[in-house]
């Protein structure tokens, strides 16, 4: 059944609340998370309009207008799909924002670039803890230095798996690298000149957060990934980031990664399972 607005939603909307509940609904058959579809246009539901705008628009603008492009493509079908681990975070596209970055024309996608705001990326995700990754998974090993070293954790070790995802090879926890492999076929279909040119800097490797002697890097449970473009990889914490992570970004966000540019020391290259993710990756393992 095709429904209508009675008026427009998001930033500078009438924001009446059935339109707003039909908007929050659509959204998130969409693939999107605009919280509860409770009638009141608020942050996570304009967050949602926009990232679902970013998947057709160059410049977001965050309002559903009644009889607008947004509005038909929500209610007329068009719209992300799901993998196997389902919906999780925002939509396929350019990161939203009137600055987000185009493929440049040179096709240089190690260019250095500001690193986004942060409101415009990892749209509904939430970073992991160590504790929270400890319980949903048990430690990966007895003991840890700033060096890669083995999983020991038996009933982890049973899950992980080396297989490719796409131009490069991944190990890691099963469910993770699959979900990769969906990651990299979302970039193929969106930007199929960058995708030959991802490769990384590894996956699973148990040891300690860069500097830290106690924290441990999300590396050592096989959900983290890094990724380098042309074989370069992204400097790490200075406040830029390669051009073709931006694009790629917004991506990993729909299947529930998040990005380290939005770290304290920004960490461009890295992407490891939300909180979400991660809890879908335990639930998949043997």
């Given amino acids: 059944m095709i429904m209508k607005l009675t008026g427009s939603v998001g930033v500078g909307g009438n924001n009446i609340r059935p339109d707003v509940i039909m908007v929050q609904q659509l959204l998130t058959q969409r693939g999107q998370r605009p919280g509860a579809a409770d009638g009141i246009c608020g942050p996570r539901t304009i967050g949602a309009i926009k990232a679902f705008q970013a998947t057709f628009l160059r410049m977001p603008d965050g309002l559903v207008s009644a009889n607008g492009p947004t509005w038909q493509r929500l209610n007329g079908g068009a719209g992300g799909g799901a993998g196997p681990l389902g919906p999780i975070g925002a939509g396929v596209g350019p990161l939203p924002g009137a600055q987000a970055p185009m493929p440049p024309k040179d096709g240089n996608m190690t260019t250095p670039v500001p690193r986004p705001a942060s409101n415009t990326f990892n749209i509904g995700l939430k970073a992991i803890s160590n504790a929270m990754m400890k319980s949903l998974f048990g430690m990966p090993r007895d003991t840890f230095t700033q060096e890669c070293q083995p999983m020991n954790n038996a009933a982890l070790k049973r899950n992980v798996v080396t297989e490719a995802v796409g131009s490069f090879k991944a190990t890691g926890l099963r469910p993770a690298v699959m979900s990769l492999k969906q990651v990299y076929g979302d970039i193929a279909s969106s930007y199929p000149q960058l995708a030959p040119r991802i490769g990384t800097a590894g996956m699973l490797c148990c040891r300690h957060q860069r500097r830290s002697q106690t924290a441990i890097s999300n590396h050592s449970w096989g959900t983290a990934i890094d990724l380098t473009i042309n074989g370069v990889l992204d400097k790490y914490g200075d406040g830029k ?44 393992l043997a």
């Fill in 241 to 284: 980031v390669q051009v073709g992570l931006t694009l790629i970004a917004p991506i990993f966000n729909r299947h529930g990664w998040y990005w380290g540019a939005a770290f304290g020391t920004e960490d461009g290259m890295h992407f490891e399972a939300s909180v979400d993710l991660a809890q879908k990756i335990k639930g998949q």
